[in-house]
């Protein structure tokens, strides 16, 4: 008898034995009680943007929670606010992907529409904060995704804003800061260090924080698009980047000392005013 009751509550409940609800399973996370919430969300990231004919009817297309179940409701774009120089467009939509349960685990890309009160015209259009788009240099119906300084970042030239768009260009690791520049509008050198090892105010760490730090040394060539990278060496002097391109001016790079003799020994950095030089 207890055998067949048993069998009926295998049907019913999975298993004989006791299980509150809401206690740890055998994974040891909380049992899952109740239905799944759902959460208003934003996209991963906005990938394109298209402006119909009319100048006004926009299409968005953005990175959304995708598995085997609905993981995506009531999407939509907003225009939440506009200016002379750019209109903000939100993205939202409702998904459980918040709770593991939901299996919400993948991506997938999708699309929403909005027609703007009026001509974006040459206003740049920022979606989710900061996403920027303009169409300018775009080719229609497309909009032009801008990139990390902008959507006109600043031409090539001896200026701090041209020297980080040739850091960005030199794919160069996160928080490093400038020792020093050499530049004449066309060509460019720079000295960048990042730390390494412990950090700062470790008074027990050996060497002590803040004072061991990496760095190199990039050559660049102005191009239409931005700084393009020739080459890295932390050789001192031309040779290096001279053997690579030969039309290097030896006035930019002749006084250059071994990069292991030219880096500062210790945090914090000057300011890139004072690190700036120019021949």
């Not at 509150?20 to 109740?34: E, K, L, N, Y």
């Not at 759902?38 to 926009?58: C, E, G, H, I, N």
């Not at 015209?121 to 169409?135: C, E, M, P």
Request: glycine share 8%; proline share 8%.
């Amino acid at each position: 008898m207890a055998a067949a009751l048993c069998a009926v509550a295998v049907l019913l409940l999975g298993g004989c034995g006791t299980r509150v609800a809401g206690a740890a399973d055998s994974t040891g996370d909380p049992a899952p009680t109740g239905s799944l919430p759902w959460t208003l969300s934003q996209p991963f990231k906005v990938t394109a943007a298209q402006l119909a004919a009319d100048r006004r009817t926009l299409t968005l297309t953005a990175q959304v929670p995708d598995g085997k179940k609905p993981c995506v409701r009531a999407l939509k774009a907003a225009l939440t606010a506009t200016s002379q120089q750019n209109m903000w467009v939100q993205i939202t939509f409702t998904s459980p992907s918040g709770d593991k349960r939901s299996g919400c685990t993948g991506e997938r890309t999708v699309s929403t529409h909005i027609r703007l009160p009026e001509s974006l015209g040459s206003r740049q259009l920022i979606v989710d904060n900061d996403t920027q788009f303009t169409a300018d240099g775009a080719k229609s119906p497309a909009l032009r995704l801008c990139g990390e300084l902008g959507c006109h970042p600043a031409p090539t030239g001896c200026t701090v804003r041209s020297y980080e768009q040739a850091m960005i260009a030199a794919d160069a690791p996160e928080h490093s800061y400038r020792d020093a520049e050499h530049c004449d509008g066309k060509w460019l050198v720079i000295d960048f260090s990042w730390r390494t090892g412990p950090v700062c105010g470790d008074t027990t760490a050996t060497p002590s924080g803040c004072t061991s730090h990496l760095g190199d040394r990039v050559f660049f060539r102005a191009e239409p698009a931005g700084w393009k990278t020739i080459t890295a060496s932390s050789a001192g002097g031309c040779k290096v980047v001279q053997r690579v391109e030969p039309k290097f001016p030896t006035a930019l790079c002749a006084t250059l000392a071994p990069l292991s003799a030219s880096l500062h020994p210790s945090y914090p950095p000057q300011s890139p005013s004072a690190t700036a030089t120019t021949p």
